[in-house]
Nanobody
């Protein structure tokens, strides 16, 4: 059983920053590709950022240059540093383990709200 626990969400003003953390129950961060999804009310779920076992990263165009995904294998934790937040970034953010290219395990989500 894989458990993912997100933290770090909250309310922030536009232009502010937050860092999300995703702790895992097992030493899976070093084994699997991992990513962050987000879902805003009334909108489709969006893949925000991905980090692979090999260390490469990919970002949605909407967050490039503002968000940074990273991992700490020793701490079994994945991070999402979010800078320059705007109201369009308001959503529930989910940490996800990928098997191949498919989302396999999901965290419970953490709410990020950006006020204008």
């Amino acid at each position: 059983q894989v458990q993912l626990v997100e933290s770090g969400g909250g309310l922030v003003q536009a232009g502010g920053s937050l860092r999300l953390s995703c702790g895992t129950s097992r030493s899976i961060v070093s084994i699997y590709d991992m990513c962050w999804y987000r879902q805003a009310p009334g909108k489709q779920r969006e893949l925000v950022a991905t980090t692979t076992r090999g260390g490469s990263t990919n970002y949605a165009d909407s967050v490039k240059g503002r968000f940074t995904i990273s991992r700490d294998n020793a701490k079994n934790t994945v991070y999402l540093q979010m800078n320059g937040l705007n109201p369009d970034d308001t959503a529930v953010y989910y940490c996800v383990v990928l098997l191949g290219r498919s989302p396999r395990y999901w965290g419970q989500g953490t709410q990020v709200t950006v006020s204008s």
